[in-house]
């Protein structure tokens, strides 16, 4: 195996960073090295062609998906839809995209309230889909919120204990989403994530990490994944610059993200969410065939 000097400065840093942590402390950062990760593809309703979620799903499942990312909004009145396009399939509901009403962390109390109960309600509709949580942004920069500080001690003594036991009742997460700058100031990194779950203390409470966002904001892949350790439940993939099919921007490098999945034996989805510049009945195969590339070389 050839290591390029980047690559090679990584997994040393890694391979130093476990010679100097004992094992209870490398434990007690979230990491599960011991456990072999898979890599999983999944695919947002919105971005996988064909008429109707039938054909989309036979599409899917040809290109070697595993699974398929709905949007929130409507899905209540879909539980049975998506039960019946799914039997029989080895594909099924990744997680859950947003859709909720509210702000968790508005300045404005009543969208609070709306938001704690509009993704309860979603939660347990991921629940009963079997998706393995509810991706939920604390708040857009468009939206009114409360000042830093406040909003990170709401969110991990009240809000997320809350709506993350009622997530653990119904089995499945709210998955907490960093955003780069230009969307969201208050959470930009996945170690922030992490450490909002670690400190709400609830099981039902874990987040993510979207390789777009990722681009803008992380000084390293690795480094983010790792972070993320256990919390870490979700991924999203586009390509790097503009956001479109992984591949259709030059230079396009998920190897050192996915050894930092291997690393922490990551065992859910990578999900597409991204646009696409050619036909998709050929960029989406070809993406496939990249990553799994790209996920064998890390
Ligand atoms: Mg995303």
């Known amino acids: 195996m ?28 979230g990491a599960e090295p011991a456990r072999k990760a898979v890599l999983k593809l999944s695919c947002q309703e919105g971005v996988a062609p064909g008429r109707d979620l039938g054909e989309k799903l036979d599409l899917l499942e040809k290109w070697g998906f595993e699974g ?50 509009s993704i309860k309600e979603l939660l347990e509709v991921a629940g009963a889909l079997g998706a393995t949580g509810l991706i939920v942004v604390p708040a857009f920069n468009r939206q ?6 406040e909003a990170r001690q709401f969110l991990v003594e009240d809000f997320l ?24 100031y208050f959470l930009r990194l996945v170690a922030d994530a992490a450490a909002i779950c670690r400190d709400s203390g609830s099981p039902g409470v874990a987040c993510m990490g979207d390789f777009w966002h990722m681009t803008w904001e992380e000084t390293s892949d690795l480094g983010a994944f790792i972070s993320g350790g256990a919390y870490l ?8 610059k503009r956001r479109k099919m992984p591949g259709e921007d030059e230079g396009d490098d998920y190897v050192l993200g996915f050894r930092g999945l291997k690393w922490i034996g990551y065992q859910d989805f990578v999900s597409f969410e991204c646009g696409s510049e050619g036909d998709k009945m050929q960029t989406i195969p070809a993406a496939v065939k990249l990553l799994r590339e790209q996920w064998r070389r890390a």
């Open 68 to 117: 398929i990312e709905p949007h929130g909004r409507g899905l209540a009145d879909r539980i049975g839809e998506f039960q019946n396009a799914l039997r029989g399939r080895r594909i099924r509901v990744s997680a859950v995209c947003a859709g909720f009403e509210g702000v968790p962390i508005s300045s404005d109390p009543e969208e609070r309230e709306k938001a704690r109960k």
């Open 161 to 184: 204990p809350d709506v993350g036991e009622h997530a653990h009742k119904h089995g499945t997460r709210v998955l907490l989403e960093p955003l780069n700058r230009r969307e969201a």
């Open 233 to 240: 439940h979700h991924v999203h993939i586009a390509s790097r």
């Open 144 to 149: 009114p919120a409360m000042p830093h500080q």
């Open 2 to 29: 050839s290591l390029n000097r980047r690559e090679f400065l990584a997994t040393s840093a890694v391979t130093g960073l476990a010679a100097v942590l004992p094992g209870a402390a490398w434990a007690a950062s």
